[in-house]
Antibody
Framework: QVQLVQSGAEVKKPGASVKVSCKAS????????INWVRQATGQGLEWMGW????????GYAQKFQGRVTITRNTSISTAYMELTSLRSEDTAVYYC?????????????WGQGTLVTVSS | QSVLTQPPSASGTPGQRVTISCSGS????????VNWYQHLPGTAPKLLIY???QRPSGVPDRFSGSKSGTSASLAISGLQSEDEADFYC???????????FGGGTKLTVL
């Protein structure tokens, strides 16, 4: 079945960087964009950016421009999201999601989420 | 402040019908499709409605979506206790060149 499996929880200090992985299985990895969405504690879902695993092209939400980088390793069907200059407000659960369907599509499925805690 | 506007909460008793609204603008809902996600704490969000009114296989027909102009809505009929969750609308925004989400609606089954 189509599945996205993310790396485990991380604890980082302010100013550090974190890199979360998202391994795809059950479909052709290069055929569909991967998006990253986060949910801070007590907040709603927030879109961070997208990547085409085929071309490597990316697009980021303005809020995260300059701090986020989405990359991929097609040989192992894995996408990565790196967030730098971490601050306490970046404490959140980070999700990857496959963008499927016609036109702009929709997100399905989602990874199980990765908790990133930023604390001194 | 989310780009798409949803009520923070909604409630109903078992068997009732509830609707959740999602208001946007011409750059998102007005020019794109709307998707709805159901999110239970500690789990991955789940696709509930795509392309305004389409249900993925496995989603009960108690759930339905609609869109008109720059607004959309999710209707849940025959409310069940297991429907308690957070619901989010989402759409592509041509001005922001990115996806935008509603702030989420917490559904409580009384």
């Amino acid at each position: 079945q189509v599945q996205l499996v993310q790396s485990g929880a991380e604890v980082k200090k302010p100013g550090a960087s974190v890199k979360v992985s998202c391994k795809a299985s059950g479909y052709t990895f290069t055929s569909y964009n991967i998006n990253w969405v986060r949910q801070a504690t007590g907040q709603g879902l927030e879109w961070m950016g997208w990547m085409s695993p085929n071309s490597g092209n990316t697009g980021y939400a303005q809020k995260f421009q300059g701090r986020v980088t989405i990359t991929r390793n097609t040989s192992i069907s894995t996408a990565y999201m790196e967030l730098t200059s971490l601050r306490s407000e970046d404490t959140a659960v980070y999700y990857c999601a496959r963008q499927y369907g016609d036109y702009v599509g929709w997100f399905d499925p989602w990874g199980q989420g990765t908790l990133v805690t930023v604390s001194s | 402040q989310s780009v798409l506007t949803q009520p923070p909460s909604a409630s109903g008793t078992p068997g009732q019908r509830v609707t959740i609204s999602c208001s946007g603008s011409s750059s998102n809902i007005g020019s794109s499709t709307v998707n709805w996600y159901q999110h239970l704490p500690g789990t991955a969000p789940k696709l509930l409605i795509y392309s305004n009114n389409q249900r993925p296989s496995g989603v009960p027909d108690r759930f339905s979506g609609s869109k008109s102009g720059t607004s959309a809505s999710l209707a849940i009929s025959g409310l069940q206790s297991e429907d308690e969750a957070d619901f989010y609308c989402a759409s592509w925004d041509d001005s922001l060149i990115g996806w935008v989400f509603g702030g989420g609606t917490k559904l409580t089954v009384l």
